[in-house]
């Protein structure tokens, strides 16, 4: 193998079809992820922090922040393998709507959906759009929306 070549797990952009489906493993949402990414973004609001404050909201319980969730919903995508070698960017968040909590102790799971496909020869690829729906352990949408990702043509 020369240093040019590599492994490539995922689907090249033309491997994509409209209508296609993916879908990711499982994670659970951990105390750890919170704070962790309470610290990395400096979102300390106490509705993520504060056990005994959160006590008093209308979830009656700490909740993981909404950007946490995407970062993880993303994560959760690559684990997939699709784009495992082949994504060249993530282009884009065309929309995204938080629908329900996500509690310390919740598992999640990404299905997603191909939206489109555009051929981009000048990038040597093209641009996918993924429709994507985070579903907790009850199987309840708690997230959902679109991405764009630019990902390489077969070589």
């Known amino acids: 193998m020369t240093s040019s070549q590599h492994n490539v797990a995922g689907l090249y952009f033309e491997e994509f079809q409209v209508g ?3 879908f990711t493993p499982a994670r659970t949402v951990t105390e750890s992820d919170i ?3 309470a610290g990395l973004s400096g979102d300390y609001n106490q509705i993520h922090t504060n056990a005994e404050l959160a006590k008093s909201t209308p979830y009656g319980q700490r909740i993981a922040h909404g950007l946490l969730v995407l970062s993880i919903a993303s994560g959760l995508a690559m684990r997939s393998g699709v784009l495992e070698g082949t994504v060249l960017a993530f282009r884009e ?3 995204w709507k938080f629908i329900k909590p996500v509690f310390i102790g919740d598992t999640v799971h990404v299905e ?3 939206a ?3 051929a981009l020869p000048r990038i040597g ?3 996918i759009v993924l429709s994507l729906v985070v579903l907790n ?3 309840e949408t708690v997230m959902k929306g679109r991405w764009s990702v ?3 043509s077969r070589p």
Request: aromatic share 4%; net charge negative.
């Open 20 to 22: 296609q489906q993916i």
């Open 35 to 37: 704070v962790t990414f």
């Open 93 to 95: 968040i065309n929309e």
């Open 112 to 114: 997603i959906t191909i």
């Open 116 to 118: 489109d496909t555009k």
């Open 125 to 127: 690829g093209g641009a």
């Open 137 to 139: 352990q009850q199987n």
């Open 150 to 152: 630019l990902v390489v």
